[in-house]
């Protein structure tokens, strides 16, 4: 059966993290299929589009290409149910594995109908520096019904967060740091745009 992994991530701006998790994801599943969306637990300085297009940036820069791993815009929706619901149009027999951050674990009891979304799909956990995976909270999410599992990924200790409220500049690849910088995104990077990063090992 072919197997899918859906990933969407609300990345305001996407990161060189970002970009390890979907090369990873590429090399573990039959499909990889990402996109940018709106996190109603959260608030967006960018426009969706932009971060699509940062998204879209990330993918082609991986090295080699990966075929199997694409952007899917139809599948952007604040809810992952009907997110699913739009997979399920595309991919008529496949087993979907819904990928999220360690963050997004607490807020699930909080997502629309997530007793009907887990018990569609298997759950794959990335973890990330900072957010401990307790075993209590993995166990309340497969008594949801759905199988859990943690990808052994050690992603760079980068965040979206960090390059917005510290200007970390070694969070970003070059092509969307010169992005960032041509539609003046974020009000102080224009400021630092020396210090951008000239050159970056690509993700291989």
Known sequence: MLTVALFGTSADPPTAGH???LAWLADHFDVAAVWASDNPFKSHQTP???RIAMLQLLI???????SNLRIYPQLSHPRAL???EAAKTIWHDARFTLVIGADLLPQLAKWYRIDDLLRQVDLLVVPRPGYHLSEAALAEVEQRGTRVAIADLIAPEISSTDYRNH???DALTPPVADYIHREHLYAWQDDRRENLPVQQTPIL
């Open 167 to 169: 200007h970390n500049l």
């Open 82 to 84: 009907h997110t699913l």
């Open 60 to 66: 082609d820069a991986i090295r080699p290409p990966r």
């Open 48 to 50: 969706l589009q932009h």
């Open 19 to 21: 970009q390890a998790i």
